[in-house]
């Protein structure tokens, strides 16, 4: 039997190769046969297939922020086009295998990484902006860093993009994108003005307000790794301008002001208008490796549209900011976007902006053996009685302190910390209903919180982390989908998309009814769509595209790859 499945001339060698790891000869004769398939369907190799025998698989195995061990994908494929995509989805489906994309492997839990075929949309990177600069084409590999440093630079544009630079537009823009521009931006997701991407039968799909208007809605919050492989999203882009001139500033206060500060900040909403951007970040235990355990509060923030430090402390003055209580650790104004991307990231690596392109690499350093980490994020609402939201008391904070405090001292845990940020109504002016994301549009506030662990103590992250989110239940409106927590179980449909699920399993049906695309977390398809799966047709094209003439022509024959980054000014043809 094994002499029939390996390849003519390779035979010895693939199958010692096939005892030594354990790969059976029916795995290796399938990834030949996906190989083959991959290769007759893609004739320009814009790519490359790697099944597990192959130099370069293991390097892929550690291209994620949070490397699941567990996972042994069948296959990476390195995708530098949408034809590429559309045939690795193709062979999958036609070899009976699952797929997940990854664009700059930054989930939470490691869910771009599967058992089937990781297609490696990570090298379509590229950025083009129409004749105005008003919207930008980006590419899922381009990452925050390299995006906004470009966008910045030659046009003076942005989206609004997280503070770490590694993190790829892919799947940042599908979970939502939260940003320090949010206040007035909104999620990244609610500037896309159309997605195209590859859905589960192989076919490229477009989609915006007036063509697939599900996927559309989809796309914003419910679409990472769920039904379509995205290979170009269309943004709105910002002026940057009005972020030239800003005063950053940074304030430390002990544990004791914490709930007073709190409760301060809750009751301070209307950031967005006053042009003060603030975030707070609580830490209960530092990190013990650097000899910081002590608790306290920092202060982040900016004010915006002035340069002048003595106007800002107006300013803050004005909106109930109490000095007295915080110690002052920088005080800065400052004259570019730039600056104000690189006072946000408050890293070492941001000291020169050069260092937001060597940084905005694709992938972080491989590592398979990452602390014992867990981190969730929450929409909050404190209703107290009522339905109106309001600030909570200060012994709401009391109470909060002092059971993270009495938590984050168990046995085994070495970091505790929760950051607040206020939502504007560049968030929650939207409707709940227009996106796929769901429990933010309601809350006033965002609440992360990340645990970490010895790696001894392997429960110990997962479980504090739960009962931390117990803490806050009450007044959680769910969970944020790019904040992956797989502490949530079998919650999580309810906990990301609220009453948005059916309405997501129904564009699942239709964009991946048998399901080929794998998830840690997935959206499943509605029970009625398990007879049109039994069908076991499988169509290769999807008609559909009249309202879309040049869209479709455009993808009519293989173009030359993208290159990686265009920043020619030309016209959108995506
Ligand atoms: C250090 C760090 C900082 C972060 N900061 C922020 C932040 O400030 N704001 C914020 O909102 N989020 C933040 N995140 C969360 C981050 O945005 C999400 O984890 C996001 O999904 C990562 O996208 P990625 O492409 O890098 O990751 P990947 O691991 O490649 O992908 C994440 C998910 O998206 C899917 N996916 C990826 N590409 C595609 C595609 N082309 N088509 C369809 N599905 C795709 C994957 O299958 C997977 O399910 C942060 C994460 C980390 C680790």
């Known amino acids: 039997m094994l002499g029939i499945v390996v390849r003519p001339g390779l035979g010895f060698a693939v199958v010692c190769l096939a005892l030594v790891t354990g790969v059976n000869a029916s795995t290796i004769a399938q990834g030949d046969r996906f190989r083959k398939c991959w290769e007759a369907k893609v004739p320009g190799h814009y790519g490359k297939v790697f099944i597990r025998e192959d130099p370069g698989y293991n390097d892929r195995m550690t291209r994620n922020y949070e490397p699941d061990p567990t996972k042994a994908p069948f296959a990476f494929v390195d995708c530098e086009n949408e034809f590429a995509v559309q045939a690795a989805i193709r062979c999958a489906a036609e070899n009976g295998l699952q797929v997940c994309p990854r664009s700059g492997g930054h989930s939470r839990i490691g869910s771009s990484m599967c058992d089937g075929v990781v297609l490696e949309m990570g090298l379509i990177g590229h950025l083009q902006v129409s004749e105005n600069a008003s919207k930008a084409s980006v590419g899922p590999g381009l990452t925050n860093g390299v995006g906004i440093y470009h966008l910045l630079k030659n046009y003076s544009r942005l989206i609004p993009v997280g503070k770490c630079a590694s993190v790829a537009l892919g799947g940042y823009i599908l979970g939502g994108g939260l940003s320090e521009f949010s206040d007035k931006l909104g999620f990244a997701c609610d500037n896309l003005v159309s997605v195209s991407g590859v859905d589960g039968m192989g076919n490229i799909v477009h989609a915006s307000q007036t063509v697939n208007q599900d996927l559309f809605w989809a796309a914003c919050g419910g679409g990472a790794g769920q039904f379509m492989a995205f290979f170009n999203y269309t943004l709105n882009t910002a002026v940057s301008t009005v972020y030239d001139n800003f005063v950053g500033f940074r304030y430390r206060t002990p544990i004791e002001n914490v709930p007073q500060v709190l409760h301060w900040y809750f009751g301070f909403t209307d950031q967005e208008a006053s042009n003060v951007q603030l975030r707070l970040r609580l830490v209960i235990k530092g990190s013990t490796n650097k000899g910081n355990n002590s608790e306290y509060m920092d202060l982040a923030g900016a004010c915006y549209a002035t340069s002048d430090t003595a106007q800002c402390r107006d300013l803050m003055v004005a909106k109930g900011f109490n000095s007295s209580m915080w110690n002052e650790r920088i005080f800065m104004p400052g004259y570019t976007a730039m600056d104000l991307i690189k006072f946000y990231a408050e890293s070492e690596m941001f ?116 009962r931390h989110q117990s803490y806050l239940a009450a007044e959680s409106m769910g969970n944020f989908v790019n904040y992956q927590d797989d502490t949530l179980g079998s919650s999580y449909p309810e906990a990301y998309y609220g009453p948005g699920y059916t309405r997501l399993q129904s564009v699942k049906a239709l964009f991946d009814p048998w399901n080929i695309f794998l998830s840690s977390q997935p959206v499943t398809l509605p029970p009625s769509s398990l007879l049109r799966r039994s069908l076991n047709v499988f169509p290769m094209e999807r008609s559909g595209y009249e309202d879309e003439p040049f869209f479709w022509k455009r993808y009519s024959s293989f173009p030359q790859v993208q290159p990686r980054l265009d920043f020619s000014s030309m016209e959108l043809d995506y």
């Not at 050069?354 to 994020?377: C, F, I, P, Q, W």
């Not at 910390?417 to 002016?429: R, V």
């Open 351 to 466: 000291t020169d902006e050069k260092a937001l392109l060597e940084h905005g690499m694709l992938y972080v350093e491989g590592s398979s053996s990452r602390d014992n980490v867990r981190v969730t994020a929450l929409g909050f609402r404190y209703q107290g009685n009522g339905s109106i939201p309001t600030q909570p008391p200060i012994d709401y904070f009391v109470n909060y302190i002092q059971q993270s405090q009495t938590d984050c001292n168990m046995t085994g845990l070495r970091k505790c910390i929760t950051i607040f940020q206020a939502l504007g109504s560049g968030i929650t002016s939207i409707s709940e209903n227009s996106t796929a994301l769901y429990g933010l549009r309601l809350s006033t506030h965002w609440i992360s919180i990340r645990i970490e662990a010895r790696l001894t103590y392997e429960n110990a992250s997962s479980d504090s982390l739960i």
